[in-house]
């Protein structure tokens, strides 16, 4: 059983901070690839970031490489993506998976506003 937990998200004018946490509940965390997705209104869910089982390694979609950064806490079971800088079009809801995601691991997510 695995349970997907995201909180963080909220209301910010452009040009401000967030951070997002993702609380996963599964057995050998460490041994997972995880990621961040978002899906804004009337879109595809996109890939947001990537980062491996230890930390060491991070990856980004082009539109958030400068801007977003992706960490975990393999002792607390814990991924989060800290969002800065914040536009307009990052507005949508954020939900972690695994790499690649696994359909029935998709959780709640967390919205995330951006007013101009």
């Known amino acids: 059983q ?10 910010v004018q452009a040009g401000g901070s ?17 990621g961040w997705f978002r ?4 879109k595809e869910r996109e890939f947001v970031a990537t980062i491996n089982w230890s ?3 991070s990856r ?6 400068d801007r977003f950064t ?3 806490d393999n002792a607390k079971n814990m991924v989060y993506l800290q969002m800065n800088n914040l536009k307009p ?14 359909p029935a691991y998709w959780g709640q997510g967390t919205q995330v506003t951006v007013s101009s």
């Open 2 to 11: 695995v349970q997907l937990v995201e909180s963080g998200g909220g209301l």
């Open 18 to 34: 967030l951070r997002l946490s993702c609380a996963a509940s599964v057995r050998d965390f460490r041994n997972y690839v995880m």
């Open 39 to 42: 899906q804004a209104p009337g």
């Open 55 to 57: 930390g060491s390694s």
């Open 60 to 65: 980004y979609a082009d539109s958030v490489a």
């Open 70 to 72: 992706i960490s975990r």
């Open 89 to 102: 079009e990052d507005t949508a809801v954020y939900y972690c998976n695994i790499n690649p995601p696994h």
